[in-house]
Nanobody, 128 residues
Framework: QLHLVESGGGLVQPGGSLRLSCTAS????????IGWFHEAPGKGREGVSC????????RYSDSVKGRFTISRDSVNNTVYLQMNSLKTEDTGIYYC?????????????????????WGQGTQVTVSS
């Protein structure tokens, strides 16, 4: 069982930045494909960025490409989502999810939400 914990959400003005963190204590996240998902108010959950074993295999949705960056920190067993140039439509709850690398590709994670483990989410509000 993997217990994912997200942090770093908050209130930010349009154009601002936030960095979200996803961490776990039970196992190394390097064994997992990790995805970040956005659930806007009243809408479904969308995969915005996912990462495989290395940054080369990162994937981004069209809505965040060029603004968000996903990365791994093996020392701290954390996956980050750096969010720049935030827009009001980025508002919502952000979840991280994990699926074993050997079974779940970046495409599986981002397109088919193939996470076996999910965090509780962190709220991001972009408003002036």
């Amino acid at each position: 069982q993997l217990h994912l914990v997200e942090s770093g959400g908050g209130l930010v003005q349009p154009g601002g930045s936030l960095r979200l963190s996803c961490t776990a204590s039970e196992d190394s996240l390097r064994r997992y494909t990790i995805g970040w998902f956005h659930e806007a108010p009243g809408k479904g959950r969308e995969g915005v960025s996912c990462i495989g074993n290395s940054g080369i295999s990162a994937r981004y949705s069209d809505s965040v490409k060029g603004r968000f960056t996903i990365s791994r920190d093996s020392v701290n067993n954390t996956v980050y989502l750096q969010m720049n140039s935030l827009k009001t439509e980025d508002t919502g709850i952000y979840y991280c999810a994990a699926g074993e690398l050997v079974y779940v590709s970046v495409e599986d994670m981002c397109i088919r939400s193939a996470g076996r483990y999910w965090g509780q989410g962190t709220q991001v509000t972009v408003s002036s």
